[in-house]
């Protein structure tokens, strides 16, 4: 930053200690205002989140060994594409998860397709853009989507197309995911599953304390149509692929 005549201005020194009296009244318009009007009517949708461990250790082990054969020629694979891959292999035997409600109509659209909204952080806001039949593609090809649609959205030149019909949606904050995290459902659709971060805990295995790497998953689904037992057992669904990564490759 340079002040007036060019020069390198020199940071404000604050007075520790010292009173601060400044106000600063910032108008929410544009998009920030679109994503404020969205969120409000999201949330006037009944919540309830579930939240569950998961043992990532083979997981990540596995991901390690990809990264490091087919990371120069496919790209490096980060944990979403796995969980992109659980979700299409769940949702045939929990198809309500997988859907969007009109409560207007008072209807429920089930979809056989799996169009993975990926929530994103932008300059303009929190954007979604979504990677269409999620089914029909392999780990680095739900990567390199992801990665082409966050740049398009990051950059602003996402289309309103890839800014729209998800029909289940992924939020992760990466690096700073946290323990626990209430996530907000994308309306109109009625699941979101939250990703935190992996952390290395001690755990007990056959009678002996070993370090393993754990993951929580905190997902909300819209408590008007999606049943707390089916949404328990949805989550307990990816769970399992998560643990057990060999079954992703299994139909």
Same mark, same amino acid.
């Given at each position: ?15 520790? #200690? ?7 009244? =910032?108008?929410?318009?544009?998009? !920030? ?15 309830? %989140? #579930? ?5 990532? $250790?083979? /997981? ?5 060994? /990809?990264?490091?054969? +087919?990371?120069?020629?496919? *790209? ?10 659980? =979700? ?12 969007? +409600? ?7 659209? !089930? ?6 909204? @990926?929530? $994103? ?37 996402? %289309? ?9 949606? @992924? ?5 700073? *995911?946290? =323990? ?11 699941? =979101?599953?939250?990703?935190? !971060? ?6 007990? !295995?056959? *009678? ?17 149509? @999606? ?6 057992? +949805?989550?307990?669904?990816?769970? *399992? #692929? ?10």
């Amino acid at each position: 930053m340079r002040d007036a005549a060019g020069g390198v201005a020199k940071p404000a020194i604050v007075q520790r #200690y010292a009173e601060r009296d400044g106000q600063h009244a =910032i108008p929410v318009i544009g998009m !920030r205002r679109q994503i404020a009007q969205h969120m409000q009517a999201s949330l006037r949708i009944p919540h309830f %989140t #579930y939240v569950e461990e998961v043992d990532v $250790t083979e /997981l990540e082990e596995l991901r390690a060994k /990809l990264n490091e054969r +087919f990371a120069a020629t496919r *790209g490096r694979l980060t944990v979403l594409p796995f969980l992109m891959r659980a =979700i299409v292999l769940a949702v045939p035997a929990f198809p309500q998860m997988n859907a969007r +409600f009109d409560d207007e109509k008072g209807i429920v659209t !089930r979809f056989e397709g799996v169009h993975l909204g @990926i929530a $994103t952080q932008t300059n303009a806001g929190l954007m979604v853009p979504v990677v269409r039949h999620a089914e029909a593609r392999d780990l680095w090809g739900c990567a390199s989507e992801v990665g082409r649609l966050a740049e398009a959205a990051r950059a602003g030149k996402a %289309t309103r197309d890839e800014l729209s019909g998800s029909t289940i949606t @992924i939020t992760s904050l990466g690096p700073l *995911g946290g =323990i626990v995290t209430t996530p907000v459902i994308n309306a109109p659709e009625v699941a =979101i599953i939250g990703v935190n !971060r992996i952390v290395e805990r001690p755990m007990m !295995r056959a *009678g002996a304390v070993v370090p393993r790497r754990l993951m929580n998953l905190s997902s909300s689904f819209d408590h008007r149509v @999606i049943d707390g037992q089916h949404a328990a057992e +949805f989550v307990q669904a990816l769970r *399992g #692929y998560l643990e057990c990564a060999a079954l992703l490759f299994v139909e």
